[in-house]
């Protein structure tokens, strides 16, 4: 399986707090990307870095990643109540046009 | 939702039915993907397509197909459906690196 992991499973925090969560993958990738699912809905694109990057920031996302670990990371800071959803890594394998996911990280934000 | 449109949006059926699920974009992208989503393993990649009639395995392929006959269009078929086979489906499709999901389908074996 090309299947990627993410760490924890599930995380609980208070509103305000920072959130971090981590992504190992299997294979060598072009990028790596960062997805949102809400409950019931389709996975939205947050954020993508590339091999040769090491760190890239959207607004209160920071991605870091550590292609000699095969390890990425996302924290969001001063997480509000909305960031409540599930937070998938996704990469590409560099034979093609495919994209391969982690078994995705269940966060919870407590108002 | 980027022009993304699956169906049906729900389907309950019987073991050893055949099953098609559909995926229509009005994006003109080249790739199209199925997924399937299970509590614990993530989602999975089932097939894709880079082209009409060019489709390809991805990691859980067995019991299915797809199809491609027009670029907005990708069926993916449960040949004979099993318990294993109840999930939830996603499409997406490819546009500056990133993807793009339908809404989902949530099928039900019995």
């Known amino acids: 399986s090309q299947q990627g992991e993410e760490d924890p499973q599930a995380l609980s925090i208070q509103e305000g707090e920072n959130a971090t969560m981590n992504c190992s993958y299997k294979t060598s990738i072009n990028n790596l990307q960062w997805y949102r699912q809400n409950s019931g809905r389709g996975l939205v694109h947050l954020i993508l870095?590339?091999?040769?990057?090491r760190e890239k920031h959207s607004g209160r996302l920071r991605v870091t990643l550590d292609t000699s670990k095969k390890s990425s990371s996302l924290l969001i800071t001063a997480s509000r109540a909305a960031d409540t959803a599930s937070y998938f890594c996704?990469?590409?394998?560099?034979?093609?046009?495919?994209?391969?996911f982690g078994t995705g990280t269940s966060l919870t934000v407590i108002p | 939702d980027a022009g993304i449109t699956q169906s049906p949006r729900h389907k309950v059926t019987e073991t050893g039915t055949p099953v098609t699920l559909r995926c229509h974009q009005t994006e003109n992208h080249r790739y199209m993907y199925w997924y399937r989503q299970d509590p614990g393993h993530g989602l999975r990649l089932i097939h894709y397509?880079?082209?009409?009639?060019?489709?390809d395995k991805g990691e859980v392929s067995d019991g299915y197909s797809v199809s491609r006959s027009k670029t907005e269009d990708f069926l993916l078929t449960l040949e004979s459906a099993t318990s294993s086979q109840t999930s939830v489906y996603f499409c997406?499709?490819?546009?500056?690196?990133?993807?793009?999901f339908g809404s989902g389908t949530q099928l039900s074996v019995l």
């Open positions: 397509s880079y082209g009409v009639k060019d489709t």
């Open positions: 996704a990469t590409d394998a560099r034979t093609g046009n495919q994209f391969y």
């Open positions: 997406a499709i490819t546009g500056n690196e990133k993807l793009f």
């Open positions: 870095i590339r091999s040769n990057e």
